[in-house]
């Protein structure tokens, strides 16, 4: 730590941070725009100049850039006085020269660093009278609006999209005062993390299209603090409402995940929770009458439903809460409950859970999946499957660069230096997958195989690492010198880390991966390991820890009628089961109850329907990819705006049902109530109750505000409903009020923050106040309960795995691709997601294309699960013959699919 003097007071700070980090960590506000805590120092803007003395005698001093500045043990700088207020005062006069006078209109405004630093530097008169600039806006894309003319050239959007992000579509042109930020032409933005752009730009050149829509200020927005429900990192996000729907979804800063940043699926994919077509009230069909009930009476025709048949399964969702899954297996009985998952799936999902209970090996945070030197990517093609990690990989790779900086004392936050050193040193990625994907660009080297040569050459490098497992002989003399080449990098790099997943629905990659970082850690005692496995639901391994019956023992008993009816929760059936056994299974629509916050095929053709919340209208506790459980919290009540809805927390459902079956008294009253009863079934949880507060939780007497405290105009919200002002909805579940009435201030007992604000800091750059240090943790820590990181850990995992040998013959064997967009289950009901959804196509490998005459124009038709497929094809380089790749996951191609044979495929003439 060093010491140093602000305007006469003494600051302890940490000697690694540049003058404006170190300032704005210890609250010292300082006004900036090209900084940021992700990007470095560029010293661009010059908006954060302050003037440095050269001793307590100098009466002049210097101006002198925070941003470019190391701090200096006894350094002594003034930030308030008339000198550096001026300069300050004048270089943002010229900034905004050319700057349009449209903040009423614009989108960011109440939400713009831009408004925050200019009412820091006291500027409110521009004497500039001539014609400002302009500039053609451009088309991005669906979610991105372009403003060029509100550009302040601070070069964050560039250094974000190219230098952090690895884009490519995208720059800066033109020169002086004429500077340009886009692409070449109009298109589509091609970066999974384009989202970010929006709260990375300081004012209102790149903003929310989505929110735009349906456009509110940031004041008068009510929030909660969620999880991402789009795949298995658990990115921490910001949810906000306007009258009964979700308006916008920002970044929740989060030190060891998501930190600054959220892809763009799970910052767009939000509009399906707005659906006008969403299920609002029970419906039960009887002989194809459709009968509109309220909740007393859905309740009683669902505990009849189960006085009628003798064993009823319950089918759980990875994608719904612990606290749903566990009412609905309390309401079936254990023996009764299935999680859903197909048998493949299981298997993995198995397999990774032991690992993290039981295994010794190094489970990273995403945050910190940046610090390895050498990555070993199985099967997981993550771009399209978990984008968070990808970006850390790409992070990753250039560490490196700031090891080499270290060693000749240059200091991390000097982006301009780290950027040219990143061109000629990065460290090592080695990719295995079935055919092309977007980290191919930054990879050592990539291999394409099947899963069983994935297998075959992992299994070989297992084999180099310890000599005691399966020697593998069937490999050619080039994959022989990459596998001693792999070997080799994985022993001799500081850390190691080997990332597999549930993607590609084989056991036999996580098992190979396993063998990979167990040889390691035994074989190099001084040698950190990591490993990572992604699963592909947000939930999976929430469900996973709770058992239950595959999905696939659940059809086979109810087809050979061992099983008189069915409950699904928040489940479609059609994703993961074919078509014809789907509606071979609804045929007996009188035996299947359904409930979900989504009319999916499942829901449409079920007897009894009971309409649920979604994530946005409920709080409950999912588990991520490393093992933690995380609280994502309600954001307004759907009830409070049409008093005729009939929504309800699925848990709330299902045991009120079972209240009415055995006539007992209601037990779960909130949220807590639920947790406190699967906790005693499932010890594993018990840490939650430990670190999460509960509903009772107080700071001075108050609740946390929802809203900021400008929030306006709550009378109008149910304005067209009744004029009368009705008392705001309570929530019993959580510490939150449902009103701006309440605790907002950065506190070390509130992790779980609704929204970013603080006095003079409307935009995202409040997160810095509710930093211990800038872009370090909160002042609360980070939010979550590590389920196994304190368990004891006492099996010795290796597998004698010997691959089986990919037989290339007459059948062609089908493989899962993934899309960002179109892949997870809920966000294809989303209105702006389905316009970027890629049209389904099958792929197949160049060599049997040319071999069968196949065209790029070509339609093949095959015939699987008994059901007939048409597709365009697409060729791959890269995938090996006899594959096809089919969308897997997206409406109409099942998970079932995965590994089956076709027999026959041929090309559609018309």
């Known amino acids: 730590m060093f010491r140093i003097y602000v305007d006469s007071k003494i600051y302890d700070v940490n000697e690694s941070e540049n003058l404006l980090q170190a300032c704005l960590s210890v609250g010292i506000d300082i006004p900036y725009f090209c900084w940021h805590p992700l990007l470095g120092s560029l010293g661009a803007c010059r908006q954060c100049a302050v003037t440095q003395y050269n001793d307590f005698e100098d009466p002049k001093g210097r101006l002198i850039m925070s941003c470019m500045t190391p701090v200096t043990d006894g350094a002594i700088i003034s930030t308030n006085n008339i000198e550096s207020e001026v300069f300050r005062s004048l270089v943002i006069e010229l900034l905004l020269t050319n700057h349009p006078h449209d903040c009423p209109i614009c989108e960011e405004g109440g939400h713009c660093h831009l408004q925050d630093m200019t009412v820091m530097t006291k500027h409110n008169i521009r004497n500039f009278r001539f014609k400002k600039r302009t500039h053609k806006n451009q088309y991005l894309g669906s979610f991105i ?23 490519t579509d995208f720059g800066v042109y033109g020169s002086n005062n004429n500077i340009y930020f886009g692409r070449i032409e109009d298109g589509v933005l091609e970066s999974e993390h384009s989202g970010n752009l929006v709260e990375l730009c300081p004012t209102g050149v790149f903003t929310d299209k989505t929110h735009s829509k349906k456009y509110n200020r940031k004041w008068d927005m009510q929030y909660g603090p969620g999880v991402c429900h789009n795949c298995s990192v658990g990115c921490n996000i910001s949810v906000g409402e306007r009258y009964g729907e979700v308006r916008r979804i920002e970044n929740r800063y989060h030190e060891n995940i998501n930190h600054y940043l959220i892809c763009d699926l799970g910052r767009f994919g939000y509009s399906h929770t707005n659906l006008i077509t969403r299920p609002k009230k029970p419906v039960y069909i009887n002989n194809k009458n459709s009968t509109v009930l309220n909740f007393t009476k859905a309740v009683e025709f669902a505990a009849d439903f189960f006085q009628k048949y003798n064993r009823i399964i319950g089918v759980g969702s990875s994608r719904s809460s612990i606290e749903n899954n566990f009412a609905l297996q309390e309401l079936v009985g254990t023996e009764n409950f299935s999680h859903g998952m197909s048998e493949k799936e299981e298997q993995c999902v198995k397999l990774i859970l032991d690992v993290l209970q039981d295994s010794d090996i190094y489970i990273p945070c995403l945050k910190e999946i940046e610090t390895y030197d050498v990555i070993l990517v199985l ?47 990065k460290n090592s990625l080695y990719i295995m997958h079935t055919h092309e994907n977007k980290l191919d660009d930054i990879s050592e080297w990539s291999y394409f195989g099947s899963i069983y040569e994935q297998v075959n050459l992992s299994s070989a490098i297992a084999y180099e690492l310890d000599k005691n497992l399966p020697e593998i002989t069937n490999l050619s003399s080039v994959l022989k010198e990459k596998v ?43 040698h950190h390991v990591g490993l990572t496995f992604l699963t592909s639901s947000s939930n999976s391994l ?13 059809i086979k008993e109810f087809r050979e009628k061992k099983v008189d009816a069915v409950i699904f929760m928040e489940y479609d059936l059609y994703r993961f089961a074919s078509k014809h056994d789907c509606d071979v299974f609804f045929k007996q629509q009188e035996k299947i109850i359904t409930i979900d916050h989504q009319y999916t095929e499942t829901y449409k053709k079920s007897g009894l329907k009971l309409p649920s919340t979604s994530f946005a209208e409920t709080s409950g506790t999912i588990v991520n990819f490393e093992g933690r459980a995380q609280r994502f919290f309600q954001v307004y009540d759907p009830i409070f705006y049409d008093k005729s809805n009939c929504l309800y927390e699925s848990w709330k459902w299902l045991h009120f049902i079972k209240s009415k079956i055995h006539k007992t008294e209601i037990s779960w009253f909130n949220l807590d109530d639920v947790t406190k009863e699967y906790i005693k079934k499932y010890p594993i949880f018990e840490d939650i109750r430990k670190n999460e ?42 510490m939150f009020s449902f009103s701006m009435e309440g605790y907002n201030q950065p506190n070390k007992l509130i992790p779980h923050i609704p929204f970013a604000w603080f006095p003079g800091w409307n935009s995202p750059q409040a997160w810095n106040k509710f930093q211990t240090k800038i872009g370090q943790n909160l002042i609360s820590g980070d939010s979550g309960t590590y389920l196994f990181k304190k368990k004891k850990k006492t099996k010795n995992f290796y597998f004698n795995l010997i691959p089986k040998n990919f037989m290339k013959g007459k059948y062609w064997y089908i493989i899962p691709y993934y899309h ?41 038709e095959f015939n699987c699960l008994n059901e007939d497929y048409r597709l365009k094809i697409r060729f791959s380089k890269c995938l090996h013959e006899k594959q096809i ?26």
């Open 693 to 734: 507060p509960d509903a009772n939780f107080r700071i001075h007497g108050q609740k946390i505000a929802r809203s900021p405290i400008r929030s306006s105009g709550r009378t109008a919200l149910r304005a067209d409903i009744n004029i009368h002002e009705p008392a705001q909805p309570e929530d019993v579940n959580t």
């Open 885 to 910: 790749g089919l969308p897997i996951g997206r409406k109409g191609f099942p998970i079932a699919l995965v590994g089956k044979k076709i027999k026959f495929l041929q090309e559609f003439v018309e």
């Open 542 to 554: 929430g469900l996973g820890l709770m058992g239950g019956m595959s999905l696939d023992s659940m």
């Open 145 to 167: 609006k372009h403003e060029m003319n509100r550009c302040i050239a601070c070069y964050r959007c560039v250094r974000y999209y190219n230098d952090y992000a690895d884009g």
């Open 379 to 425: 099967g997981e093609d993550l771009t399209q499957t978990s984008p968070r990690v990808a970006l850390a990989i790409r992070q990753a790779i250039k560490k490196k660069a700031y090891d080499i900086a270290s060693l000749y004392g240059i200091p991390q936050w000097n982006s301009n230096s780290i950027s040219h050193i990143t061109e000629n040193y």
């Open 484 to 526: 001693l080449l792999i070997a080799n990098k994985l022993l001799s790099s500081k850390k190691s880390l080997i990332i597999s997943g549930t993607h590609s629905f084989s056991t036999s990659i996580i098992k190979s991966a396993i063998n990979i970082a167990k040889s390691l850690k035994i074989n190099n005692i001084n």
């Open 820 to 860: 960002l967009f179109g892949n997870e289950e809920l966000t294809q009901y989303s209105s702006t997601i389905q316009e970027n959804i890629p049209f389904e196509y099958a792929l197949i490998s160049l060599i049997d294309g040319v071999e069968l005459g196949f065209k790029e124009d070509s339609i093949v």
